[in-house]
């Protein structure tokens, strides 16, 4: 009985130097988790620092005055000339861009392409063309020149990141967004009989066309604008960012850039 006494008390005073041993280097840990934090915050504010605005210079801005229905290529002109590309709005709408008419059928109903595959109509009196096809015939025309540059659609990118990959890189960007930032809405609609390998929809399916639609070229931004280069005003377009935002958006989020 004594022996089991002791062994008990031996037991009890075992524990409570282990317990009272864990309990005060608990106490005297540094507090790792705390310096850790407050390295990756600083860490992380410091790598992603980014300009708030940024301009590109240079980027010349030609007069929309006879291709009434071709913003799209004096658009893609005004890349191309920046890029010291010796071309006009009126050999590149002749020579490359890629068109295909819109016309009446026997049945009465209206016929013409996919705008991701040509340009619906003539530039004159025309529609207009999407970023894919837009791009397909400034490359028709840069495969004739000198140069590793090629023209890339980009889809459903926010402007906010072509900002960032682009413009902060001197990278101009041509965007679909409207005339002067006006509510697009629908003013025509056709059966397809025209595509390619960049059409989303198929021979028979319908598309519209949104009147106010118009092509510029972004050329800058603020914490507040963007800038654009802009054919029908014939200067640079300020445009408040959520507006610009909307615009871009209702048109189907398209742009196209050249590097």
Partial sequence: MFRFRIRTM????????????????MICLPD????????????????????????????????????RAACETYACTMLLNYY???IDEFEFAQNYLITYPVAYGEDGNLYGPDMNAAFAGDVYTGWG????????SMNKYLETQKTDK??????NVELDDICKNYIDNDIPAMVWVTTYMQEPYVKSTWIVDY????????????????QNEH?????????????FNDSVAEKV???????????YSQVGKQAMVLQ
């Fill in 10 to 25: 031996r037991c009890y005073i075992t524990g409570g130097f282990v317990l009272l041993t864990f309990i005060l280097a």
């Fill in 32 to 67: 790792n988790k705390q310096n850790n934090d407050d390295s990756l915050t600083e860490t992380t504010v410091e790598g992603t620092t980014a300009p708030t605005s940024h301009k590109i210079s240079g980027v010349p801005i030609i007069a929309q005055n006879e291709l």
């Fill in 84 to 86: 010291n590309f010796s």
């Fill in 129 to 136: 063309v999407n970023a894919p096809a837009m791009a397909k």
């Fill in 150 to 155: 090629r023209a890339q659609a980009l889809s």
């Fill in 195 to 210: 595509v390619d390998e960049n059409s989303k929809v198929k021979i028979g399916d319908t598309v519209s066309w949104l």
């Fill in 215 to 227: 092509c510029m070229v972004l050329v800058g931004y603020d914490e507040d604008n963007y800038y």
């Fill in 237 to 247: 377009t300020v445009a408040k960012k959520a507006v610009a935002e909307e615009r």
